[in-house]
């Protein structure tokens, strides 16, 4: 069989060094780095499922044709089947992290594209920082360990130099903003520049000092980027999204081990504050400790179970 060069290292490697070349320019220029970033990180995994069978990066494998290959002439596999095929066809599961990232920059792309452009480039760094941390390895492992392309690639090294830039810039501003960090009480991840640099105070007010801004929707956009209720309850482990103690409403969540945050109301008690209810009606809710003059503590019951006692 004739063999086809279809060159997708190659563009792969040129459109991501170009978008990192680009991002310190206009605004402009900065929505074409985010859609290079995309298109180079996409076609250098499509051609990890190439390697393996031709026939993978057809969108439909059952109008996959060697002339159609051969003149471009096929839509070829979107992002999501991609990902979808990695996984089934090369048994490749992408690191957590890694696809976390992906899924970010591929909803900054379809922003770039098409809404009115709005992000800094500060919070672009901050994150492509945190890609590169990932996909460096990953290239690594999958493609130069496999002869796709060579280590000593200069377009891959400069990519490296590339991280080493941007990772001491963020580090310099992260230092910058430290003393006003450290007095936060419970500082939080943002969801834009995925540092834990948010004051939050309730769904009003959350500010983060690394983007040097108000996160507009704090909550709902920390839900949407950090509390993953679906992969909690799907292994019949408890939801991430509990019932406050003092507003009721289902935005609690523990943030490590020890310490808990409501994104409503904002309160934010430590594991010591709390203990649940063993009432009869409700399951287990989450209720402040009570606790008594010789330290100890007695049994504290939510609102529910001490009005079913009163009417019982
Ligand atoms: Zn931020
Ligand atoms: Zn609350
Ligand atoms: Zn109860």
């Known amino acids: 069989m004739e063999d086809i060069n279809l060159k997708m290292v190659d563009n792969g490697l040129d459109f991501i060094l170009k978008s990192l070349d680009t991002i310190d320019k206009s605004d402009e220029d900065l929505k074409y780095s985010l859609l290079n970033l995309h298109a180079g990180i996409q076609l250098m995994l499509k051609e990890i499922l190439y390697q393996k069978d031709w026939s993978l990066i057809f969108q439909r494998i059952e109008d996959a044709d060697f002339e159609k290959l051969r003149t471009g002439d096929f839509s070829s596999v979107n992002y999501k089947t991609l990902i979808k095929r990695l996984k089934e066809e090369y048994d490749l599961d992408l690191d957590k992290k890694l696809s976390d990232k992906l899924r970010w920059l591929k909803k900054e792309r379809n922003k770039a594209e098409h809404y009115q452009f709005v992000v800094s480039s500060d919070v672009i760094k901050s994150n492509i920082v945190q890609l590169l941390t990932y996909l460096i390895p990953f290239l690594k492992e999958n493609m130069i360990e496999k002869g796709y392309f060579t280590a000593d690639d200069d377009r891959f090294t400069q990519i490296k130099e590339y991280l080493h830039t941007f990772d001491a810039y963020v580090n310099e501003r992260l230092i910058l903003v430290e003393d006003v960090v450290d007095k936060i009480d419970v500082p939080m991840k943002c969801p834009e520049c995925f540092q834990e640099t948010v004051e939050f105070t309730d769904e009003t007010g959350a500010f983060c000092y690394f983007c040097n801004e108000y996160i507009d929707n704090f909550s709902d956009n920390y839900i949407y980027h950090f509390v993953d209720r679906y992969s909690a309850i799907?292994?019949?482990?408890?939801?991430?999204?509990?019932?406050?103690?003092?507003?009721?409403?289902?935005?609690?969540?523990?943030?490590?081990?020890?310490?808990?945050?409501?994104?409503?109301?904002?309160?934010?008690?430590?594991?010591?504050?709390?203990?649940?209810?063993?009432?009869?009606?409700?399951?287990?809710?989450?209720?402040?400790?009570?606790?008594?003059?010789?330290?100890?503590?007695?049994?504290n019951f939510c609102n529910l179970c001490l009005d079913y006692f009163k009417h019982a």
């Open 234 to 299: 799907k292994d019949g482990g408890h939801d991430p999204l509990m019932e406050c103690p003092s507003c009721d409403y289902e935005t609690f969540i523990c943030i490590d081990d020890y310490q808990y945050v409501c994104l409503s109301c904002g309160v934010k008690p430590t594991q010591d504050e709390l203990t649940t209810c063993h009432g009869p009606v409700c399951a287990e809710k989450i209720v402040y400790r009570r606790y008594t003059d010789d330290g100890g503590y007695e049994p």
